[in-house]
């Protein structure tokens, strides 16, 4: 009886020890989860931040841009040596606008690299005006008018936006047709073309 009841406390020890250890353990596990959750929650916070920053960021490109006019349908070599003074001459008569005082650009370029001599890409022409005024009349005539039609060619002429706003407006082109339809049925807007 004495061996049973002096190996029932060995083991008795044996397995407060082992219990010990084990809280020791979890104390340590609890701590460690406590960090993770303190780590989780300001990469939470930093992950808003980052999202409100890139938005903020994406909104001054787009304010960078709006200057910008994207001219879509002109063919490579169309505009000769001098792009600016072809468009001062162009644009005009495209839109059926007169500007005055005539039209004048920071800069003017084709977008993209050249490859070749390739008559039939179609890189587009970026413009920054000088003046918010007259990228406004050029955009409002090309919201009215839709494409226009030059030598038979199609020549459009969109808002510059960032990537991000580009792809934002695009997944709504899908929409268009049936807001178009409810705009015609109920009556809200005189159909246009858009």
């Known amino acids: 009886m004495d061996n049973a009841m002096a190996s029932l406390t060995a083991e008795t020890k044996s397995m407060c020890l082992d219990i010990a250890g084990f809280q020791l353990q979890v104390l340590g596990l609890e701590q460690r989860v406590s960090t993770v959750e303190t780590h989780i929650t300001s990469f939470t916070v930093r992950d808003q931040e980052l999202l409100y920053l890139r938005s903020k960021l994406i909104d001054l490109e787009d304010r960078s841009r709006r200057d910008n006019v994207r001219l ?12 600016h003074s072809y468009l001062q001459e162009t644009l005009p008569k495209l839109t059926g606008l007169t500007f005055n005082p005539p039209l004048e650009f920071q800069r003017v370029h084709r977008l993209g690299p050249k490859i070749g001599e390739d008559a039939n890409r179609l890189r587009p022409i970026i413009e920054c005006l000088l003046r918010h005024v007259q990228t406004r009349q050029l955009l409002q005539a090309a919201r009215s008018h839709g494409t226009f039609l030059m030598d038979g060619l199609e020549i459009r002429l969109t808002a510059d936006f960032s990537k991000e706003t580009s792809e ?11 807001l178009r339809q409810m705009e015609v049925k109920y009556g809200l807007f005189e159909p246009a073309r858009m």
Do not use: S, Y
């Open 72 to 83: 879509l349908g002109f063919p490579e070599t169309i505009e000769g040596a001098n792009i």
């Open 168 to 178: 934002r407006r695009r997944a709504f082109l899908a929409l268009r047709p049936r």
